[in-house]
DNA sequence: AATCAAAAATGAACATTGTTCAAAATAAAT
DNA sequence: ATTTATTTTGAACAATGTTCATTTTTGATT
């Protein structure tokens, strides 16, 4: 264990306090009512010091974004002991709901917020790995279905992709409060009677 | 004609050219990067007077929103002549995607962006009537297909909303980049051919 | 035509933001 | 103990939304 070692811990050790200050006023206040500053007194550092760590904002924002991305794996688990590709795919699309629900803010930092995007395309070479790898994954499990017969005559990547406009336009719709302006007959419950319909629909095919 | 009319006019004319000029600034250089001196700048007319017209920047944002919703509903004239609700249906889907694909920065105005919420919420009795509007447009032609046989065993309102967010799905991760990082076979085709397979869905239905 | 009052327009000033960077403080190496 | 490298700092800057006392313009009155 060298003393280069040590540093190089401690400077991932500051990056992850950093993050976690972030999180922590993310959730409490808002993405949008968060700014440096406030990072910086949560956790005891000057504004500079958060600089060194992260080149701007946007790098802050893409690296909890990458956060939330685990975290929606740990949702999705437990989808691995579930074999019928059907009842994984359903599923999937319950346990999606219920991340985006039970994680108002990191769903719209992963998938709303322009800021994860901005930095991967400022930072040339890297991807949207998060977001393929969960493609991937909705995408393998349409891909099983149709190859034990389901899903005649459709497509698996733009169906995958139909599939998952569904679910994240209804979360987006109400984290973004279209839901609240449209007066439902059951507010509250009109994400998951959405999902009933959709279900309903691809238990026929 | 009395004076108080003519000023009542100007009042509104300058109104329309605030909300004309900001709309311009925004389809060159998007929302964010439009800022209030931009606009006054753009008409001639001083930051202040800006103020005079508009409570804040949501109001004018909030103006601007209920601009594409007339602009929208341009696009869903032509649904009237279709008589079959289920062809409507259709096309009604077809039409909100060509707005938004056509309509990029507007469409992220009246679907995704937080302030035309906001300035609603704060200025208390009103409501979200273009969503209400055009949702009801929506589920109407959902209920008439249900009322010629159609749909059987699902209801209209969720139905409706299922149907409102897999559009607004597709068209939101397209708008806010997030098609672009998933690497589809075919980029630029993608929303149609997700909608292509909906279609194929509803027409078993 | 001159005067006055109301209405409209102004832009300097303020608070808050993201960001930078020379200087200071600390740690490591010699 | 001294020098060098690393880390941290916070004052300073530019840009933004917003306010409001002042100025300018307009309309009414005499």
């Known amino acids: 264990m060298s003393i280069a070692d040590r540093k ?26 968060t700014t440096i500053r406030n990072i910086a007194d949560e956790i005891d550092y000057s504004v500079g ?4 760590y ?16 685990q975290e929606l794996g740990g949702y999705f ?10 009842e994984r795919l359903k599923k999937m699309g319950i346990m999606y709901l219920k991340f985006a629900m039970e994680n108002n803010e990191m769903y719209d930092l992963m998938f709303i917020v322009k800021a994860p ?8 070479k890297e991807e ?26 459709h497509f698996a990547e733009p169906l995958s992709f139909m599939i998952w406009g569904l679910v994240h ?12 302006g449209v007066k ?16 309903k629909i691809i238990e026929k095919l």
């Open 49 to 52: 010091t958060v600089y060194v």
């Open 117 to 124: 995007m901005e930095f991967i395309e400022s930072s040339e």
């Open 8 to 33: 190089a811990r401690e400077k991932e050790a500051l990056k992850s306090l950093i993050l976690k200050g972030a999180k922590k006023l993310f959730l409490e206040r808002g993405i949008e009512q």
């Open 77 to 86: 688990k437990e989808l691995f002991t579930v074999k019928d590709p059907m």
């Open 128 to 153: 949207w790995n998060e977001g393929i790898g969960t493609f991937s994954a909705l995408r393998k499990t349409v891909e099983e279905c149709i190859a034990i017969g389901h899903f005649k005559g």
């Open 184 to 199: 439902f007959s059951n507010p509250d419950q009109i994400l998951y009677q959405g999902y009933q319909e959709y279900l």
């Open 169 to 180: 336009g209804m979360c987006s719709l109400e984290i973004r409060q279209r839901t609240k």
């Open 54 to 69: 992260f080149k701007d904002k946007n790098a802050i924002l893409h690296d909890l974004h990458s956060i939330g991305f």
